[in-house]
């Protein structure tokens, strides 16, 4: 059973840095899609910082430059480094992983297996 569990949210002023961690149980950071998503309030999910062993890392426009994704193979933990964070970043954010094959970007292929996100408020 895969178990994905989203740590280090909190609130963050304007302009600093925040870096979340996914632990993965049950699940190998290896071939397949992996990355973060957000949802703020009144929006859609969207994806903002994919990876795949093909692929590589892809960013959403919104946080390309500032925000980094990572992954630790023997700490099966994937990891967003948000830097120069804006009001906009406000959201709840989610890890995802795929065990499935995909030809579509990672940015937009389906996932079967979330996490239960972790709340980023940024405050001026």
């Known amino acids: 059973q895969v178990h994905l569990v989203e740590s280090g949210g909190g609130s963050v002023q304007v302009g600093g840095s925040l870096i979340l961690s996914c632990a993965a149980s049950g699940y190998t950071f290896t071939t397949y899609c992996v990355g973060w998503f957000r949802q703020a309030p009144g929006k859609a999910r969207e994806g903002i910082a994919v990876?795949?062993?093909?692929?590589?890392?892809t960013y959403a426009h919104s946080v390309r430059g500032r925000f980094t994704i990572s992954q630790d193979n023997d700490k099966q933990t994937l990891y967003l480094h948000m830097t120069n964070v804006t009001s906009e970043d406000t959201a709840m954010y989610y890890c995802?992983?795929?065990?499935?094959?995909?030809?579509?970007?990672?940015?937009?292929?389906?996932?079967?297996?979330w996490g239960q996100g972790t709340q980023v408020t940024v405050s001026s």
């Open positions: 990876m795949s062993k093909d692929e590589g890392a």
């Open positions: 995802a992983a795929s065990s499935k094959a995909t030809i579509l970007p990672c940015l937009i292929s389906g996932y079967n297996y």
